[in-house]
């Protein structure tokens, strides 16, 4: 017998239609350049911390305390006259003279405590959450994060820094009317020149506290604890303004950094006193510079996955 040759189309054979069609290669994916400038946007940022509990108590506080000061005076019995003036005599004799006496009574505790707050509580919450790892492997550069962090808690320090005496001014001024803002060394200006000049001292005010800021972020980036990077600052805060009452000290209480933070009060006087504010502006921006300096240095080695 012999075999029958095929004469139909075998499988690895050409079809009736015609050569087999070739599949063609998948195009390659196209990855877009990483751009470290694009992460973690400021925007972003800002929203975070806005919507944390934190952030809304402290400006409630802010807001509520000018109040509370004026529901104080309202309650508190006429006190007899004395030999001279103090900011409490003059509080309630116009709206600016509240707003002069609720920002001596606040700038050495309660705006440390804010700002200490913000700058303090930045970074350390988010090692406290365990999810300071995740945004550096997003990946976000630490230079940029931090960087982004302490632009945040700048905007709202200052914003609570100039909150204070608006909120202050308004509440005074519907309570005592808008008379002359009088120092307690019988200057007097008006209402106008006396609302720039206070603003002016809110301004020098947030210069002054830089230095906290940044002493709060450098504890901010060595530990853990929120708690303790906030309490940190504000301890050494008044630890400096005790030794600040040593007149034995003399000269050396220059150095303190809490030494010109009633150097605001020159703006009081007419004419306008310089020179305390600008040597409290200048010491306190070095100290701001060199606490900065080693917050970021103390970051970029920090290890974070332990």
């Known amino acids: 017998m012999t075999e029958s040759t095929a004469t139909g189309p075998t499988a690895a054979g050409p079809t009736a239609a015609g050569p087999a069609t070739r599949r063609k290669p998948p195009s390659p994916v196209t990855r877009r350049p990483f751009r470290p400038e694009r992460t973690l946007p400021l925007r972003v940022e800002l929203e975070r911390q806005l919507r ?38 003059l509080a309630t004799s ?12 606040s700038s050495s505790f309660l705006l440390v405590v804010v700002v200490a707050l913000f700058f303090g509580d930045t970074v350390a919450a988010e090692a406290s959450w ?8 997003a990946p976000v550069p630490r230079a940029r994060l ?11 320090s200052l914003a609570a820094l100039l909150l204070l005496p608006v ?20 200057v007097s200006l008006d209402y106008g020149p006396g609302t720039v000049r206070v603003l002016s001292g809110a301004v020098y005010l947030a210069v002054h506290l830089s230095w906290v800021a940044a002493l709060a972020l450098l504890l901010s980036v060595s530990t853990d604890a929120p708690l303790g990077a906030v309490g940190g600052a504000v301890m050494v805060s008044i630890v400096s303004q005790i030794l600040d009452q040593i007149t034995a000290l003399e000269g050396l209480r220059d150095f303190l950094p809490t030494h010109f933070d009633d150097a605001w009060s020159g703006l009081l006087g007419d004419p306008v006193d310089w020179n305390g504010m600008t040597r409290g502006a200048l010491s306190a921006s070095i100290y701001a510079l060199v606490l900065g300096a080693l917050a970021i240095w103390r970051f970029q080695r920090k290890d974070i996955t332990s």
């Open 94 to 105: 116009s709206g600016l003279n509240f707003t002069v006496f609720a920002m001596f009574a």
């Open 146 to 156: 931090l960087r982004q962090k302490a632009v945040v808690a700048a905007a709202l």
């Open 167 to 186: 909120v202050s001014l308004v509440v005074g001024t519907l309570a005592y009317g808008a008379g002359d803002m009088v120092s307690p060394t019988g």
């Open 130 to 137: 365990s999810s300071l790892r995740y945004l550096l492997a």
């Open 52 to 89: 944390r509990r934190r952030t809304q108590v402290v400006f409630g506080l802010v807001v509520l305390l000018p109040v509370l000061l004026w529901v104080a005076f309202e309650l508190a019995p006429d006190a007899p006259p004395t030999g001279s003036l103090t900011l409490v005599d």
